[in-house]
């Protein structure tokens, strides 16, 4: 039983992330389509049943190149959004320094939202929330296995730190994680433990 973690393909940068509405550049379609291509190709190694998205545009994106890919209809959830920057989301970064200066995700206190949005501690928990319900769904067959979870960088970094039982902060480190990078974990008889890191074969060839 496994779960394959994607981060999203490129976006636009000079913006504020979080729960943006802004989609993919051209250079991120390029990468979800080679992504779609390379999971087709390797269908047999990768086995996916289930397809779970991120509801926000810029993962729904990169979710429907692996939809046409390999014919599977995505369940498109707010679950596993980035955090909620409230306010901020999509803005320039010069607006944004302008009206909320100093404000950034990691000079947050742990229980101080964003303007609008929420806290670190709430987005730590709700992100550690879905994973659990992910579990249970899938130790009880309500969804098939193999998942393909296509989702944002600050969620797969917390995973990380949830499947290595180690304490997170929004001052802790970053794993490296790629646009469309592959992030492979696996149901053990200890529970869920990581196997592979941060693949990227799709963008080598």
């Not at 999971?39 to 939809?67: C, F, G, K, V, W």
């Not at 707010?78 to 901020?88: K, L, S, T, V």
């Not at 969620?155 to 990380?160: A, E, K, T």
């Not at 001052?171 to 469309?180: A, G, K, R």
Request: aromatic share 10%; with cysteine.
């Amino acid at each position: 039983m496994k779960i394959f973690l994607v981060r999203h393909g490129a976006d636009e940068e000079g913006y504020r992330g979080g729960w943006s509405q802004r989609g993919l550049t051209e250079a991120g379609i390029i990468q979800s389509r080679a992504l779609g291509t390379y999971l087709y190709e390797h269908a047999e190694q990768y086995d996916i049943q289930t397809l779970i998205s991120s509801d926000l545009p810029r993962a729904m994106q990169t979710s429907n190149s692996i939809e046409e890919s390999l014919g599977i209809r995505g369940i498109y959830t707010p679950d596993w959004r980035e955090m909620n920057n409230g306010d901020m989301a999509g803005m320039l970064h010069a607006e944004a320094e302008e009206k909320y200066p100093g404000i950034y995700f990691n000079t947050l206190k742990m229980d101080t939202v964003f303007p609008g949005g929420e806290s670190p501690t709430q987005f730590y928990a709700r992100i550690r929330n879905a994973f659990e319900n992910l579990c249970i769904q899938l130790e009880e067959k309500r969804i098939q296995s193999n998942v393909l979870l296509v989702t944002h960088g600050g969620v797969i970094n917390i995973l990380y730190y949830v499947l290595a039982n180690r304490e997170w902060s929004n001052t802790s480190s970053f794993y490296p994680i790629d646009n469309t990078s592959i992030h492979t974990i696996q149901n053990m008889e200890k529970g869920w433990s990581i196997l592979d890191t941060n693949r990227i074969p799709h963008l080598r060839s």
